[in-house]
């Protein structure tokens, strides 16, 4: 089995940073895409990034420019560094992983991200 762990979530005040990471474990020969979704309340959940294994990415049009994944495929880690974070980005974020040789995607967690303004 694999497991997805995120952490770095917390309460930062607008114009602040963040910086998540998502980490793998389990039985993983090798991770195809990669990629961070969140949801707030009463919303539904919505891609954030997305990154393949070869490093393509590509991101929600909200966070373009001050948002950034990254992958580690040695680490098997993903990360989202979070520049000039606004209040409409708090949500709960979640990270997904496509992996080689299983039918699923699987999923963390989640943490929690809140921005005050």
């Known amino acids: 089995q694999v497991q997805l762990v995120e952490s770095g979530g917390g309460l930062v005040q607008a114009g602040g940073s963040l910086r998540l990471s998502c980490a793998a474990s389990?039985?993983?020969?090798?991770?195809?895409?990669m990629g961070w979704y969140r949801q707030a309340p009463g919303k539904q959940r919505e891609l954030v990034a997305t990154?393949?294994?070869?490093?393509?990415?590509n991101y929600a049009d909200s966070v373009k420019g001050r948002f950034t994944i990254s992958r580690d495929n040695a680490k098997n880690t993903l990360y989202l560094q979070m520049n000039s974070l606004k209040p409409e980005d708090t949500a709960v974020y979640y990270c997904n992983a496509d992996l080689e040789y299983y039918t699923r995607i699987y999923w963390g967690q989640g943490t929690q991200v809140t921005v005050s303004s």
């Open positions: 990154v393949t294994s070869r490093g393509r990415t």
């Open positions: 389990g039985t993983i020969v090798s991770i195809n895409s």
